[in-house]
């Protein structure tokens, strides 16, 4: 059985066209890769002319990626490896598909990975004469280059494969719109929505690669296919997903139990790589680590571990040793200044000043600048006054229970929780002395 891609007759209006037709396909039937759909013979002779090419069996990338897991972008990946060699090679050999898209590449059911169509987007150019300068194809995985009729390099085909990534990952075009002539306008300035914000499971390296592959400036991206290649193959085996662990035959053969496997070795090596990164002092790639494992495996027992001996690490680097005082800022109160303190988790006698320690810092972000503020004494009572300014969208609970933002109150005098939420966003907790020498002042900003 053959695939037969049929031209159409326009095509062949000319003689200088039909000549250049004939010669790049010339040069197309001789690339000769495991990952490019084999060319068979040419029938020049019929009406309208045809070439037969290899048949696979299985599905287009546009027809496949709906029935990927979200949860496991790392497929996509596996399967834009082999895409991005069969590209190299054709690079090498001096064709430059012009054309790659989803419904251009194939997944065999025994999991071979096929381009098709290289060199056709080429062929149709040479018929433009007669198409009165219509642009044709769809835009949706262009590079601005092409979309703007500049000269097309082996980097617009790492872009397009980038572009491709992105709708494996997503479901979506990155530079989808209604009309092709507004795709065509957002693929020009190469406006389009990380791809981390339309899948959050995909982790910060995988998302860096995606954005390097589709930067407008041709010479920011990756200087060839093999380099997209051996990046994407990099990550996988930092994830514990390489070639020999994961694949995509694999996958098709078994698609549950295959996502399970890999993610649950997903899990370990983020948990691995985020343990030998605290303990080398690496603190911006812990907290990425920890970010990602979030994200995937928020029930993971080594994600609770990891988050807890990360802040408290954080917190002992914010809390002062030997019970030193640092001065952060100076504010005016009532005329006067105060300064805003902060002692350690555990010291003998503490001074009847109020406290508010340093926060744990988790993987997110978490409301700052919670500061306790020193007044006037005030009469001794039975009860220490605590005065909260915490804004609306912040819930703030004292002793793990709910009270209002603002407001003044009497509490026991002695060490106390209070914890701020806010909507996606992790817990801050701290521990706050109160005193009935001094009133305490608490206030978010």
Avoid at 5 to 26: C, L, N, T
Avoid at 262 to 285: D, H, K, S
């Amino acid at each position: 059985m053959v695939a037969l891609k049929v031209f159409h007759p326009a095509y062949w209006d000319q003689e200088s066209s039909k000549k250049r037709i004939m010669g790049e396909f010339k040069a197309i039937s001789s690339l000769q890769h495991e990952n490019i759909a084999k060319f068979i013979e040419a029938h020049w002779d019929l009406d309208p002319p045809a070439v037969a090419l290899e048949y696979v069996d299985g599905y287009s990338l546009e027809e496949l990626q709906p029935r990927l897991p979200f949860v496991l972008p790392e497929l996509a990946a596996v399967i834009m490896i082999p895409v991005l060699r069969a590209l190299h090679y054709a690079h090498e050999n001096g064709v430059i598909h012009r054309d790659l898209k989803p419904a251009n590449i194939l997944a065999g059911h025994n999991g071979r990975v096929v381009v098709t169509d290289f060199g056709l987007a080429k062929i149709v150019d040479y018929s433009r004469m007669t198409m009165s300068g219509t642009l044709l194809g769809s835009p949706d995985y262009m590079s601005p280059e092409q979309a703007a009729g500049d000269t097309v390099t082996a980097r617009s085909d790492v872009f397009s494969a980038g572009a491709v990534l992105y709708f494996l990952l997503t479901g979506t075009r990155p530079f989808g719109r209604h009309t092709p002539l507004a795709t065509l306008s957002s693929v020009l300035k190469c406006e389009h929505e990380p791809v981390e914000r339309r899948n959050p499971k995909i982790s910060a390296e995988l998302a860096a690669l995606v954005a390097r592959a589709l930067d407008r400036s041709p010479g920011k991206r990756f200087d060839t296919a093999a380099d997209f290649a051996d990046a994407l193959e990099q990550y996988l085996i930092s994830v514990d997903l390489g070639a020999d662990a994961f694949s995509l035959s694999h996958w098709l053969a078994t698609p549950a139990d295959s996502t399970a496997e890999a993610l649950r070795r997903i899990e370990n090596a983020l948990v691995r790589r985020a343990e030998e990164a605290l303990a080398n002092g690496e603190t911006a790639v812990t907290a990425a680590l920890i970010r990602d494992l979030g994200a995937r495996a928020p029930e993971s027992a080594g994600y609770g571990r990891l988050k807890e001996v990360y802040g408290a690490s954080q917190n002992k680097k914010r809390t002062v040793k030997n019970g030193a005082l640092v001065l952060l800022s100076l504010l005016c109160v009532g005329g006067g200044l105060a300064a805003y303190q902060l002692w350690p988790e555990k010291q003998s006698e503490p001074a009847p000043v109020a406290v508010l320690e340093a926060p744990i810092a988790p993987p997110h972000d978490v409301p700052e600048a919670v500061s306790a503020v020193v007044k006037e004494k005030s009469p001794a009572i039975e009860k220490g006054l605590v005065v909260l300014d915490v804004p609306d969208m912040v819930r703030v609970f004292w002793d793990n229970k709910r009270i209002k933002n603002k407001g003044r109150y009497r509490k026991a005098v002695g060490r106390h929780r209070l914890r701020f939420e806010v909507d996606g966003r992790e817990p801050a907790e701290h521990t706050v002395m109160v005193s009935t020498a001094e009133p305490t002042e608490i206030r978010v900003r």
